[in-house]
Each structure stands twice: as structure tokens, then as C-alpha cells.
């Protein structure tokens, strides 16, 4: 449906697909068995992809850019995308967030089932298959156990401008390391006492290659693998790994990584080199993050905002939080549409919210109800009511269609007595030049319903307006023969007092009064804006009284809305404002 731009990884993968680079990846059984990466079944993907995150917290936007990436890539090019979930560190990882980041994904539009099989994957699985790796490099000298405190790893790394030197450790024979590392394994030594490390260059330009870290000693609970391990492999170790046994083509990461990537290269090429695992082996390819204006998407910064109260939990409609995002009504198209928009390089990016509102209103204008809603409520009396329809307590029906385009959304009805609610800032006591809404003398017309004319107000003691006066101007009601007789330029949206729905609506305008919010390490709470969120007590019409909670709508004239997932019911609706109708907020 939308236009495939070119890019940097689509042409990367289209000369691979010429070339036949990953062609001869045979499968069996499943990733992690010893057997896997030999020989078996041709892999009937011609590319295979992920998306690995971490779950240590909830996706937020600049995941679905690595999501619909991913996905999108795998989709295009006749190949499967896996969801990995790279759970590799025990202590920051929950089952909650598992189950979050999938329900999320697929909220997205994407799905890792394809012929039938699941392409789920915990990198955690692979636990015996990375230490058996471990021991491995150990025997061909290419890994060491270091018994160096921290402090003096950090001192012998050196900088960019000083080589490293060699720990004291360095030069113990295979036979000694492997009997180290089989007691870290055993818990024989206490957490931090003693690390892995890859033997490579201490004098490298590249500080990535000083022998990384492999494994070091936690003694945590792992929210699959339990206690059965006290050593734990590192992130640059574990990733090429994962992706290796997965037989993934392209491993696509965010810029950060490309340091790291020849270690990758050297740790994929080194267990290849010992049989462990088989060429075409994956390679590596960086691009730039996606950052969103007036948001902050770093899981640390989004779960202070949490922990600290500034919001009121992981799915607070002011979150970019993908979570919040549908809580506060974007669509799924709206945000694909938008990380499309933002194609792919090798810059990091901004991209302003503006673009994600404008999504918003080009997916919901075609599909969402239409509907009337009166969000600061002051009363329109009729004062001719009587006079005219015989009682002060007749009623007069109104029509619309609930969508100017879809019939077979059906029609609303509204009643309209001697009183509606109306906005109250459409009457002026004393009109600004060019006001052409309710003020004393002048003639308005309340879509679908009647031409008035004002005739004042009523106030209380302190002045506040009370009520505003009017006279219904006979034969002009909408839809009857000569209602259009009489010119008006005002128009006005109403709730007719007989049939109202009081409702609770949150105003939400951007948590940051900043784009950048962290922009030069400015502390982001500074930034925080106050009037983020704002309830009123609306009227609505009846056609928005037994609504399903998540279901959204254009309130007429001022935007799309959404009965709120979590807390509206039908005894007691609450909407959420998405955006409204034009730029205007955000400009
Ligand atoms: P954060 O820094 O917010 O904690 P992360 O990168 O540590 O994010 P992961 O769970 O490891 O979180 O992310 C999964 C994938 O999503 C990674 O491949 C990461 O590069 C990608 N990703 C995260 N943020 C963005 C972003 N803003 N733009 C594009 N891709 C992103
Ligand atoms: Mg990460
Ligand atoms: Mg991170």
C-alpha cells in the first residue's frame, strides 16, 4: 500500500539476493542444538531477519522503527523476520515485559508465525550453546579467564590515544583457563571476582577489540533459565551468537553498534573456524535511530518518568511508549506510516510530532463516527420555545450521518429542546472583530438543527455567564425546504440537554515543553510542561453512550478522540483527545 522508497539496506540485500551470499544455509532442528548449524534442509527463507529487543521495559516509538524495519524487510524479500527476545541479562528482565513487547508487535501489524511455525525466540535458550562456544575459544587461545579487579581492567584498556596492555593473566595456558571457567561456572568464585575475555589486541585502535568481556559471575535468578547458571555471557558476545544460530542474513542495529562490529565479524569467523557454527555466516549493517519531538525514548529516562510519578504508569497517553501511544489512540497506521516516512540512514534523525498527528488524521478522517461533543459547557436557552412549538417541554428531532462518506455507519440522532449546551467560547458578550459565532444581535446557525439569533445572557453575582439567550428563527431547521433561506457565516455544534452524555475528557497536549528534551544533556524533568493533561466534564451526543472502550471519533470541530481502554465504561464514559483536527497545537 505505501511507495517503497530505496535505501542503503535494500540495496544491500538486493545485491546479496543477486550474488547467492546467503544461499547454502542449511537448518536442523532447532537453534541451539548442537546439530543445528550442520547440515539439514536448505533454508526456504531467502533472507531472515530480527527484531531483538531486550525485555528489560516497554517498546517505545523508536522500536517501531526497528520493528516495521525488520518486518517490512523480511516481507519484501521473501523471507521471515524472528522475534527474539535477547534475555541474556537476569537481573532487569520480567515475564510482564515479554508479554507487553509481543502483544505490541502484533498491535503493529507484524506477526512472527509464517507456514505455521513460530519464529519466537529467547536468546536465553542458547545459554548452553554459548558456553560450550566459551569453553571452545578457551581451548584454541582465544579466551582467558582475567582475575584483574574492575578498576584495573578499566586502567590496562588504555584510551583512544593509549594502547592497552596486557593483563598478567593474559598468558595462562588453555589448560589452566578452562579449569577457572569451569569453576566460575560452578560457582566456586564470588560475583565480580573473575571475568572471560576474548584474547584478541590490547593495542587495538579499536577499544571494542581489547579482549572484550565474554562471561562474567552473577549470582541472579533468570526469568527462564532460573538458577541453573551464575555466569551470564555479555551483550557483544551473546548477539552475533543468536543471530548465527538463527541463521539471521542481515543483522540489522542502530549506529551505536558499528564499533562492535568487528568483533562480531571475529567471534562468528572464529567459532566457524572450530566447526561450531557454519558459513554463510551474518553480517552486520548499522542505521540511524529514529528520535520523535517532544518525547524522550530512552527506557531509562521513560521508567524514571514512571518510577517518579511524572506520569501515571508505562501506558499514560502522554508516553511514547507504544502502550501509550494506543492508549491515547494513534492507530498502527499512523505509525507505520510515520517511521516510513522517515526512511533509512546512516544519521540519526528527528522527526517532528506534527508528522505523526498528520498519520493520525489521514487514517482516522475516512473511518472514525462522526460525533458532537461540548468539552466547556454553558446552556443556550431558547427563549420563543413555547411560543413557537406549543410547550416549553416539545422536543425536535435531528439526523446526521455518523460519517459524511460511509453509509453503512449508519445515522445519529439528537434530540433538541427549549435548552442545549454549547461551547463557551461560542458567545461573546462583546464580539472581537471578525467573531461571527452567538453574540447579541446576530444570527448563528447549530448544525443540524435551527437558525438563532442572540439575545444576551444571563450571569450570576460575579459576573460569570450563566446562560446564553436566544430565539429560534422559524422554518430554518437543517434539511427542510428553505432552511438555507436566511444566510448565516457562524456554524456551532451543540448537545441537546434532553439526551447528553456526561462524560470525562483528558485534554492531552505534549509532556515536554522542549523538542529535544535531553538535547546537551539538559536534565529532561526541567522540561517537564506542566499542562500536559487536562480533564474537563464534557456533554456528548447519545450516539457516544454505549461505545466500545478503545473505539475513536472525530468530535466535530475539535478532533479525534478515543474512549479510553483502561477506564471508560458505559455508566461512566472518559475519552481521550488524540489531536486535533489541524496543526494548531503543535505549531
Ligand atoms: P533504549 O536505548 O531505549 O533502551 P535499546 O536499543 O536499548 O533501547 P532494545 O530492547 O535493545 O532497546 O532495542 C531493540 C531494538 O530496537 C534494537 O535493535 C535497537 O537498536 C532498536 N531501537 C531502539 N531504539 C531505536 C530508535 N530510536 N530508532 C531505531 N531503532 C531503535
Ligand atoms: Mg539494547
Ligand atoms: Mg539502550
Given at each position: 500500500d505505501t511507495v517503497k522508497v530505496s535505501n542503503f539496506l535494500r540495496a544491500i540485500i538486493e545485491r546479496d539476493l543477486e550474488a547467492g551470499t546467503n544461499a547454502g544455509r542449511n537448518f536442523a532442528g532447532t537453534p541451539g542444538d548442537a546439530a543445528h548449524h550442520q547440515a539439514g534442509a536448505p533454508d526456504p527463507a531467502k533472507v531472515r531477519l530480527r527484531f531483538p529487543p531486550e525485555p528489560n521495559g516497554y517498546l517505545h516509538v523508536g522500536h517501531a522503527k526497528s520493528i516495521c524495519l525488520n518486518f517490512g524487510l523480511a516481507r519484501d524479500y521473501g523471507g521471515?523476520?524472528?522475534?527474539?527476545f535477547d534475555d541474556t541479562n537476569p537481573e532487569k528482565e520480567e515475564q510482564e515485559y515479554v508479554d507487553a513487547i509481543e502483544e505490541m508487535v502484533k498491535w503493529l501489524g507484524w506477526n512472527w508465525e509464517s507456514n505455521d511455525t513460530s519464529h519466537l525466540f529467547f536468546a536465553s535458550n542458547y545459554f548452553d550453546f554459548m558456553y560450550r562456544a566459551a569453553e571452545y575459544l578457551i581451548s584454541a587461545g582465544l579466551a582467558y579467564v582475567d582475575e584483574q579487579t574492575p578498576e584495573e581492567m578499566r586502567l590496562h584498556r588504555g584510551d583512544f590515544n593509549t594502547p592497552g596492555t596486557d593483563s598478567p593473566f593474559r598468558s595462562r595456558t588453555p589448560e589452566e583457563n578452562l579449569a577457572r571457567f569451569r569453576e566460575m561456572r560452578d560457582g566456586k568464585h564470588a560475583d565480580g571476582a573473575m571475568v572471560l575475555r576474548a584474547k584478541i589486541d590490547m593495542a587495538s585502535p579499536n577499544i571494542n577489540l581489547r579482549d572484550p568481556t565474554l562471561y562474567r559471575i552473577r549470582r541472579a535468578t533468570h526469568h527462564n533459565t532460573g538458577d541453573k547458571w551464575c555466569i551470564y555471557p555479555m551483550y557483544t558476545y551473546a548477539h552475533p551468537i543468536e543471530d548465527a544460530l538463527e541463521r539471521i542474513t542481515h543483522s540489522v542495529c542502530t549506529l551505536e553498534f558499528e564499533d562492535q562490529r568487528p568483533f562480531y565479524d571475529w567471534l562468528l569467523e572464529s567459532l566457524a573456524a572450530g566447526g561450531l557454527l557454519a558459513h554463510p555466516l551474518p553480517k552486520q549493517y548499522e542505521f540511524g535511530r529514529m528520535n520523535l519531538s517532544y518525547v524522550v525514548t530512552?527506557?531509562?529516562?521513560?521508567?524514571q518518568l514512571v518510577e517518579e510519578k511524572h506520569v501515571k504508569g508505562w501506558d499514560d497517553p502522554r508516553m511514547p511508549t507504544l502502550v501509550g501511544m494506543r492508549r491515547r489512540g494513534y492507530t498502527p497506521e499512523s505509525i507505520r506510516n510515520m517511521v516510513d516516512s522517515t526512511g533509512v540512514t546512516k544519521s540519526n534523525s528527528w522527526i517532528d510530532y506534527s508528522v505523526l498527528d498528520g498519520y493520525l488524521r489521514a487514517d482516522l478522517e475516512g473511518k472514525a463516527a462522526r460525533a458532537c461533543a461540548v468539552l466547556d459547557p454553558v446552556k443556550l436557552k431558547f427563549t420563543n420555545w413555547a411560543e413557537l412549538f406549543g410547550s416549553e417541554d416539545h422536543v425536535e428531532l435531528s439526523h446526521a450521518p455518523a460519517h459524511p462518506h460511509?453509509?453503512?455507519?449508519?445515522?445519529?440522532?439528537?434530540?433538541m429542546g427549549s435548552e442545549v449546551w454549547i461551547e463557551r467560547d461560542d458567545f461573546l458578550e462583546v464580539p472581537v472583530k471578525g467573531y461571527q459565532r452567538l453574540f447579541?444581535?446576530?444570527?448563528?446557525?447549530l448544525k443540524y438543527g435551527y437558525v438563532v439569533e442572540c439575545t444576551g445572557c444571563e450571569k450570576d453575582a460575579d459576573g460569570t455567564i450563566t446562560a446564553v439567550l436566544a430565539t429560534i428563527v422559524p422554518d430554518t431547521k437543517s434539511g427542510t425546504p428553505g432552511a438555507d433561506?436566511?444566510?448565516?457565516?457562524?456554524?456551532?455544534?451543540?448537545?441537546?440537554?434532553?439526551?447528553a452524555v456526561a462524560a470525562e475528557v483528558r485534554l492531552y497536549d505534549r509532556l515536554f515543553t522542549e523538542a529535544q528534551p535531553d538535547a546537551g544533556g539538559r536534565d529532561f524533568l526541567e522540561v517537564l510542561n506542566p499542562g500536559s493533561l487536562k480533564v474537563v466534564q464534557a456533554w456528548l451526543e447519545p450516539s457516544l453512550k454505549d461505545v466500545a472502550a478503545g473505539a475513536a471519533f472525530q468530535f466535530e470541530r475539535h478532533g479525534y478522540f478515543v474512549a479510553d481502554r483502561v477506564d471508560h465504561r458505559a455508566d461512566k464514559p472518559v475519552f481521550n483527545k488524540i489531536t486535533g483536527l489541524r496543526d494548531s497545537n503543535w505549531a
Open positions: 521471515i523476520c524472528h522475534l527474539r530512552s527506557k531509562r529516562k521513560l521508567r460511509l453509509p453503512e455507519l449508519g445515522t445519529r440522532e439528537f434530540k447579541p444581535g446576530n444570527k448563528t446557525r433561506a436566511i444566510k448565516v457565516k457562524g456554524v456551532i455544534t451543540w448537545v441537546g440537554v434532553q439526551d
